[in-house]
């Protein structure tokens, strides 16, 4: 496997505006409201900051959830009734759409079984707005996907305990892509620890039914997501607790898997190593002649971010794309990263603390794979396979 700096390679290395989380807290996620970005905070304070967009500065604090807040998101709509909202879910069992502007819950589902919380590992709203999924950790023999109608949030409509036989790490409902037919239906994708990727039929009660489609990773699954191929038709991306990555159809037949570390560029004027997946992005148009709009924001130990594309998924031979490197803005590992394409800025997240605003714009086309490098390079570019890997990321609390 290659990594390739395209031609319009740029790298940054002082943000635009930074701040610094009370309490030494990590920053966890981050989410774009209209006049905020929602981050949320580790322990102690397991806190949402919403920061004025304009100047970074904290505009309000929402108490959270009483333990770990495990996700954070916005959407577009929930029930009709509260538009780009904010949810969260953590392991206190609840889900919770948020009123930024009351600073208080609007709705909140608790996850229990005979009076037991159950805490919660992933969550999403259907692009309809009319239901909500919630993924719980493992507890005893289940693990399972609990689905609410947001207009009756006091219990679940239904509980699905076959899906999945360990924690539910990921759940995201599909969205087409600004271009493509709406499409009818809610299909959600699902992944878990227990190393299967699974899409379901979130409007049908019996759960034998349910299940779609089924592709076994065969390791434990940390993130998971959707992308879109140029014309519209989906496929899916997920990625293990070591760092191997992968692409599969929509029927969940696997396309591609690699190590995201190996793919790494050594010059005299230029070195990337990536340590480990920050997360992925759907950009709004595929770059260049690429066939798909994912793009991979990777990070090294020392607190760097790159974003990575690939042209193809389908032709293993295609290269790895390196456009842009964002360096010296963190210490240590990186947590979240949030690219608001609409104000051309890149949000980054860590360990450290630190919310780290960059300037930034749409990586240029990239005319063919094959022409990406550039041609005054002297030293090759090589792939380092055999580097020590017993760095790893550190888990999410």
Same mark, same amino acid.
């Given at each position: 496997?290659?990594?390739?700096?395209?031609?319009?390679? +740029?790298?940054?290395?002082?943000?635009?505006?930074?701040?610094?989380?009370?309490?030494?807290?990590? *920053?966890?996620?981050? =989410?774009?409201?209209?006049?905020?970005?929602?981050?949320?905070?580790?322990?102690?304070?397991?806190?949402?900051?919403?920061?004025?967009?304009?100047?970074?500065?904290?505009?309000?604090?929402?108490?959270?959830?009483?333990?770990? /807040?495990?996700?954070?998101?916005?959407?577009?709509?929930?029930?009709? =009734?509260?538009?780009?909202?904010?949810?969260?879910?953590?392991?206190?069992?609840?889900?919770?759409?948020?009123?930024?502007?009351?600073?208080?819950?609007?709705?909140?589902?608790?996850?229990?079984?005979?009076?037991?919380?159950?805490? #919660?590992?992933?969550?999403?709203?259907?692009?309809?707005?009319?239901?909500?999924?919630?993924?719980?950790? #493992?507890?005893?023999?289940?693990?399972?996907?609990?689905?609410?109608?947001? +207009?009756?949030?006091?219990?679940?409509?239904?509980?699905?305990?076959?899906?999945?036989?360990?924690?539910?790490?990921?759940?995201?409902?599909?969205?087409?892509?600004?271009?493509?037919?709406?499409?009818?239906?809610?299909?959600?994708?699902?992944?878990?620890?227990?190393?299967?990727?699974?899409?379901?039929?979130?409007?049908?009660?019996?759960?034998?039914?349910?299940?779609?489609?089924?592709?076994?990773?065969?390791?434990?699954?940390?993130?998971?997501?959707?992308?879109?191929?140029?014309?519209?038709?989906?496929?899916?991306?997920?990625?293990?607790?070591?760092?191997?990555?992968?692409?599969?159809?929509?029927? #969940?037949?696997?396309?591609?898997?690699?190590?995201?570390?190996?793919?790494?560029?050594? +010059?005299?004027?230029?070195?990337?190593?990536?340590?480990?997946? /920050?997360?992925?992005?759907?950009?709004?148009?595929?770059?260049?002649?690429?066939?798909?709009?994912?793009? /991979?924001?990777?990070?090294?130990?020392?607190?760097?971010?790159?974003?990575?594309?690939?042209?193809?998924?389908?032709?293993?031979?295609?290269?790895?794309?390196?456009?842009?490197?964002?360096?010296?803005?963190?210490?240590?590992?990186?947590?979240?990263?949030?690219?608001?394409?609409?104000?051309?800025?890149?949000?980054?997240?860590?360990?450290?603390?630190?919310?780290?605003?960059?300037?930034?714009?749409?990586?240029?086309? *990239?005319?063919?794979?094959?022409?990406?490098?550039?041609?005054?390079?002297?030293?090759?570019?090589?792939?380092?396979?055999?580097?020590?890997?017993?760095? +790893?990321?550190?888990?999410?609390?």
């Amino acid at each position: 496997m290659s990594l390739v700096d395209v031609p319009s390679y +740029r790298t940054s290395t002082a943000p635009a505006k930074s701040i610094s989380l009370q309490g030494e807290a990590y *920053v966890l996620s981050i =989410a774009s409201l209209p006049s905020y970005y929602a981050v949320s905070s580790s322990s102690p304070s397991n806190a949402i900051h919403l920061f004025d967009k304009a100047r970074l500065q904290n505009a309000q604090t929402l108490a959270g959830h009483e333990s770990s /807040i495990t996700t954070l998101r916005s959407v577009p709509n929930v029930a009709n =009734a509260v538009t780009h909202a904010l949810l969260s879910s953590g392991k206190d069992g609840a889900v919770k759409v948020w009123d930024e502007r009351a600073g208080s819950v609007a709705l909140r589902m608790t996850a229990s079984t005979a009076g037991t919380t159950r805490g #919660l590992l992933s969550c999403d709203v259907s692009a309809d707005g009319m239901t909500i999924a919630a993924g719980t950790e #493992l507890q005893g023999d289940d693990a399972s996907i609990l689905y609410w109608d947001p +207009r009756s949030p006091a219990a679940p409509l239904r509980t699905h305990s076959s899906t999945h036989s360990d924690d539910i790490t990921a759940l995201h409902f599909f969205r087409p892509a600004a271009s493509a037919t709406p499409q009818s239906g809610n299909v959600l994708l699902s992944a878990s620890s227990d190393g299967l990727l699974c899409t379901s039929n979130a409007d049908e009660a019996d759960e034998d039914e349910a299940g779609l489609h089924v592709g076994n990773f065969g390791c434990s699954i940390a993130q998971a997501g959707w992308l879109h191929e140029r014309t519209g038709r989906p496929a899916a991306w997920a990625s293990s607790d070591m760092e191997t990555f992968s692409v599969w159809t929509t029927e #969940l037949d696997r396309i591609q898997e690699a190590d995201i570390r190996q793919p790494s560029v050594h +010059r005299q004027d230029m070195t990337w190593v990536t340590d480990y997946l /920050i997360g992925c992005h759907n950009i709004s148009n595929p770059i260049g002649e690429a066939d798909n709009d994912l793009c /991979i924001f990777a990070g090294s130990n020392e607190g760097d971010v790159a974003l990575i594309t690939k042209s193809t998924f389908s032709d293993p031979s295609a290269p790895w794309l390196l456009h842009h490197t964002w360096c010296s803005g963190h210490v240590g590992v990186v947590r979240a990263v949030l690219w608001d394409e609409r104000n051309n800025v890149l949000l980054t997240g860590g360990e450290d603390s630190k919310l780290n605003v960059w300037s930034t714009q749409q990586p240029a086309p *990239v005319a063919s794979p094959g022409k990406a490098k550039r041609e005054n390079d002297v030293d090759p570019m090589d792939v380092d396979e055999d580097r020590d890997v017993s760095v +790893r990321k550190k888990r999410r609390a």
